[in-house]
């Protein structure tokens, strides 16, 4: 039915994408689109309010060829005492040169709840790009990174489960 309705849409726009099928990935709870062919992940978030209309939230992403990056010692609050919003996390990594075009495939977020963020303190921020062949990444972890007048420290991101459970 999802993918019915997204691909009467398509053709409604005039928008020529093969869009074969669709499925909910139980593991993750997320709905996976099928294309035909090779797409690039560019030319699919192009029509990415069609595939995300069925839902009441959501994102975008690729399944594969994404990186997850961690930025740390970055200052929390901005010049009017709130805590830096997810824009001004974006704007100050576009400042970058290395960061300057990228698209992110999850934005930037604080690593800490925003109620758990004290004044006048650093923390640490998450976002995801899009990196196919590891290439880009590998720039942003060696190139020196600013954020709001500081340097940062990247590092590849590992989610880790909120309890373990030890043998």
Known sequence: MIVAQVQQTLFEAKADFPLVYGRWAAHTNNFVYVFSGDIAYHHIQQISKFLLAPFTEGILAPVGGWSHLLLNNVLTFNNISEIHTQMELEEALHLNPILSKVQFVMPPQWLLRPEDITRNSYAA?????????GTLTKSILQAPIGTFGAHTLVRHFESQPPLRQCA
């Open 125 to 133: 921020f998450t976002f995801s790009i899009h990196d196919p062949h």
